[in-house]
């Protein structure tokens, strides 16, 4: 079966199934994204209520030609992981586009902080290094060689480290890694972002 034809079955089948299924809101086929969460789905068909009649109505007249993932508006809300998999990529076979809020999916405010310190000399750098990430510190007391490590403000604030120069964390703790990174000089920008 070619592409298009693939395409255009699953749209007459899924018109079909919308006109005479009542709580179908809406068919959606998922994009590459949801592949993890929806593994071996073709369709994904959104109800206003949870209906095994009505499941079972949409199995009939798809004829068992497509693996069909039943999800009511509750159970989308209440999955930030299956939201975000069909964000983005899914397209709307029939039906309405349906709108999930921040609230729904529990979403936390952070903020993606991202640092350069290209045009700072290498004794703030490791100043800033340090403050942030932490070091290890190494002297001799009667004799014996003691090693201490000590924790940097990421650690102490559980932020992550998404790759060189590149932090997320928290927005109520955005404010003591940005004033670090002002007292060495060090230039950044900040993106917020809603996370889960």
């Not at 299924?21 to 071996?40: D, F, W």
């Not at 750098?125 to 009667?142: E, H, P, Q, V």
Request: charged content about 20%.
């Amino acid at each position: 079966m070619r592409r298009g034809d693939f395409g255009l079955q699953i749209s007459c089948r899924t018109y079909q199934a919308n006109k005479k299924v009542k709580g179908v809101i809406s068919v959606i086929y998922p994009g590459a994204a949801a592949s993890k969460t929806l593994t071996g789905t073709d369709l994904l068909v959104i109800y206003s209520n949870k209906s095994e009649h009505s499941f079972q109505k949409v199995n009939d007249l798809l004829a068992g030609k497509f693996q069909v993932k039943h999800v009511t508006l509750d159970e989308l809300g209440n999955n930030p992981e299956f939201n975000a998999a069909l964000s983005g990529e899914g397209v709307l076979l029939y039906g309405r586009a349906v709108n999930i809020t921040a609230e729904d999916m529990q979403l936390k405010s952070r903020v993606i902080l991202t640092y350069n310190t290209t045009k700072m000399n290498q004794n703030d750098r490791n100043k800033l290094n340090r403050a942030l990430y932490g070091g290890i510190s190494t002297y001799r007391k009667k004799g014996e060689r003691i090693v201490k490590e000590y924790p940097g403000i990421i650690s102490k604030i559980n932020a992550q480290k998404l790759g060189k120069g590149v932090l997320m964390v928290d927005r109520f703790n955005s404010s003591l890694i940005i004033q670090i990174l002002n007292t060495f000089k060090a230039q950044w920008k900040e993106i917020p972002v809603w996370t889960y």
